[in-house]
């Protein structure tokens, strides 16, 4: 079982009972082949780059899953077959990628840890701030010119 990833976009001119009926529709392809889906996110209508197929627009569907490698000429027929489908592309993710994707998803959440913890210790310190002083010495470049100004007169 290989991990791939298909991005389709669905016509404009189908509703959103539609656009899950064509989700559901592909997702249960690719349980009923042996497949298992990781994750289905429906990103929803978005202006395309170019014109397809004469629509400026579509509703974007990403779909994840592991399947056998044989099965994905049929996932990209019955992409072709589908007259709501108005354009597919189907990503294999090698292992290499994979274990990429979940180191970056691992500091990702230890970031987001580090940080509440960091605001937390914050939120504890607010008694003590004091403001930041504006430099007294420093003078603006208007004041510099207003200078030169009384220094020609």
Known sequence: MRTYEALYIVSPEIDDDGI?????????????????????????????AYEVKKHTEGSYVLLRFTANPDF???????????????????????????????????RREEEIRAGAAGRRRDDDDD???????VAAGRRSRRDMDDDEDEDNE
């Open 20 to 48: 899950q009926t064509v989700v559901k529709d592909v997702e249960s392809l690719v349980t009923k082949h042996g497949g298992t889906i990781v994750r289905s996110e429906t990103w929803g209508r978005r202006k395309l």
């Open 72 to 106: 994905i000429a049929r996932l990209e027929s019955h992409f072709k077959l589908v007259e709501a489908i108005i354009r597919y592309l189907v990503v294999h993710f090698d292992e290499h990628t994979l274990q990429l994707e979940a180191e970056q998803q691992r």
């Open 127 to 133: 008694d003590d701030d004091e403001p930041i002083p």
